[in-house]
């Protein structure tokens, strides 16, 4: 059974205070490690797909790597808009398995 | 080009009515899944599509059916619902003939009473 878990749970930033987000998986042939940002009350907004240990993919302030176990986004210098709870999910047979998220929140 | 739309937005059931979600993407993609979200559970998959006439179990699938008569749409019916089904509800579709994502629509906010 494919299983992925993220930590922390919740992370309050100052503005322009650069931190990572984890994402532990486990999963019988990994097809591909998915980024979602997730706003209140709206539906995930796909980020970045990876594929292979190693992989490294960027977005505005954002970066997503990849080993083996885990995957990483890294936010630098965020900015109050970058609040939001971010998803990460692996790609399995047909379908996705996703993490419970980190809630993040950049202080003004 | 509207992406994943969801029907109703919100709605209110009493124990043991029944309702139906309707989802619809006009982005001509295969494959369209219906999660729910909970506080502290992620999103878990309810049912599947890999095509039209085509449905599968996912991680949750008691008390939910579904039907893929078009491609374009996906409906989630629930025939007795149950307070343990207040949720938020996704629809996602995804073709792996493009990029590899799925997308989302807005969700539907239902509770049972």
């Known amino acids: 059974e494919d299983q992925v878990t993220q930590s922390p749970e919740a992370l309050r930033l100052q503005e322009g205070e650069s931190s990572s987000l984890n994402c532990s998986y486990t999963?019988?042939?990994?097809?591909?490690l998915f980024w979602y940002r997730q706003d209140p009350g709206k539906g995930p907004e796909f980020l970045f797909t990876?594929?292979?240990a190693g992989e490294e993919k960027e977005k505005e302030r954002l970066k997503a790597t990849l080993t083996k176990k885990e995957s990483f986004l890294h936010i630098t210098a965020p900015k109050p808009e970058d609040s939001a709870t971010y998803l990460c999910?692996?790609?399995?047979?047909?379908?996705?398995?996703f993490g419970t998220g980190t809630r993040l929140t950049i202080i003004p | 080009n509207a992406g994943v739309t969801q029907t109703p937005k919100f709605r209110v059931l009493k124990t043991g009515q029944s309702m139906t979600l309707l989802c619809a993407q006009d982005m001509n993609h295969e494959y369209m899944y219906w999660y729910r979200q909970d506080p502290g559970m992620g999103l878990r998959l309810i049912h599947y599509?890999?095509?039209?006439?085509?449905?599968a179990k996912g991680e949750v699938p008691d008390g939910y059916n579904v039907s893929r008569l078009k491609k374009q749409n996906f409906l989630l019916g629930l025939e007795s619902a149950a307070p343990s089904q207040t949720s938020v509800y996704f629809c996602?579709?995804?073709?792996?003939?493009?990029?590899?994502?799925?997308?989302f629509g807005p969700g539907t906010r239902l509770t049972v009473t």
């Open positions: 996602a579709s995804y073709s792996w003939r493009g990029a590899s994502e799925q997308y």
């Open positions: 599509s890999v095509g039209e006439g085509t449905t």
């Open positions: 990876l594929y292979s």
């Open positions: 999963v019988s042939g990994l097809r591909g």
């Open positions: 999910a692996v790609e399995g047979n047909e379908k996705l398995t």
